[in-house]
């Protein structure tokens, strides 16, 4: 259970405020949306976003900073992934959050 009234130790905001600020930019949005999903190499992202590879390696490694990716080796290649059920609920409640925001619908719990 979350207590609203106290407020978190500082790291855990430090950290949650660079998420917050990686997800601010839409391409790594898009990124994690695709790593939510299951895991990806670089260039099968960069086909999936019509983007350059060398800027989806730069994403992919903020968001990796950031504890939102993590990565492993499968042979020659990197894969990438979401880090968790955290990562993907926070970005689930984040565009459903969106979703009811752009459609006008009410808020609830």
Same mark, same amino acid.
């Given at each position: ?6 407020? %978190? ?37 960069? !086909?999936? @976003? ?9 994403? @992919? ?44 619908? %009410? !808020?609830?719990?």
């Amino acid at each position: 259970m979350v207590d609203w009234e106290r407020l %978190p130790p500082a790291e855990q905001v430090d950290a949650a405020t660079e998420a917050f600020r990686m997800l601010g930019d839409a391409t790594r949005l898009r990124l994690l949306w695709l790593l939510c999903g299951g895991e990806y190499d670089v260039t099968t992202l960069a !086909d999936q @976003l019509g983007a350059p590879r060398p800027a989806v390696s730069q994403h @992919l490694a903020k968001l990796r900073l950031a504890g939102l990716v993590s990565q492993r080796r499968d042979g020659r290649r990197a894969v990438y992934a979401a880090r968790g059920g955290h990562v993907r609920r926070l970005l689930a409640e984040a565009l459903g959050a969106a979703a009811h925001h752009v459609k006008g619908l %009410p !808020d609830h719990d």
